[in-house]
């Protein structure tokens, strides 16, 4: 077996691709159409605390190109550049800012669900990779298995 010191490391492969949904699809839920429109123009969709308040008494969910074009048609470059970090921060967290700030001022409790998520996220990432033999492993990291 030999290991190349410019070989790079790829990722675990996912098994199974999930379903488009608010979070992962451009244009939310939906895909295009009239809605994500709407959901550009609408002010109550790019807002600071505005936003996050409607969208929890209404349950709507806005994709990542409504919400940047709305930034920045609502607030200019720095609408543009505030919902782009607002997108990094939900993919990276699951919650953009706004609801970072609600849950800093809110009753301290993390719900049920949420829980009960981050762990069946993490027990099928590790079931993943618990299935992996170690050929697969060894091709990932890109050793040549003689």
Not at 14 to 19: G, I, L, N, Q
Not at 26 to 41: I, M, N, Q, R, Y
Not at 56 to 72: D, H, N, Q, V, Y
Request: no cysteine; proline share 7%; hydrophobic share 40%.
């Amino acid at each position: 077996m030999s290991i190349s010191p410019t070989t790079a490391i790829a990722p675990i492969p996912d098994r199974a691709k999930p379903e488009a949904t608010a979070e992962t699809s451009l244009f939310g839920p939906a895909g295009f159409s009239f809605k994500a429109l709407v959901d550009t123009l609408n002010p109550l969709q790019h807002l600071p605390v505005v936003s996050t308040v409607y969208r929890e008494s209404t349950g709507e969910s806005i994709g990542a190109i409504p919400r940047l074009l709305g930034g920045g048609l609502f607030g200019g470059i720095v609408g543009l550049i505030g919902s782009a970090i607002n997108l990094v921060v939900e993919g990276l967290t699951g919650k953009d800012i706004g609801e970072h700030v609600a849950a800093a001022f809110g009753p301290g409790e993390s719900s049920p669900d949420s829980t009960v998520a981050h762990r069946n996220y993490a027990t099928e990432r590790y079931q993943q990779a618990a299935t992996l033999s170690a050929e697969e492993i060894d091709k990932m990291r890109g050793y040549m298995v003689s």
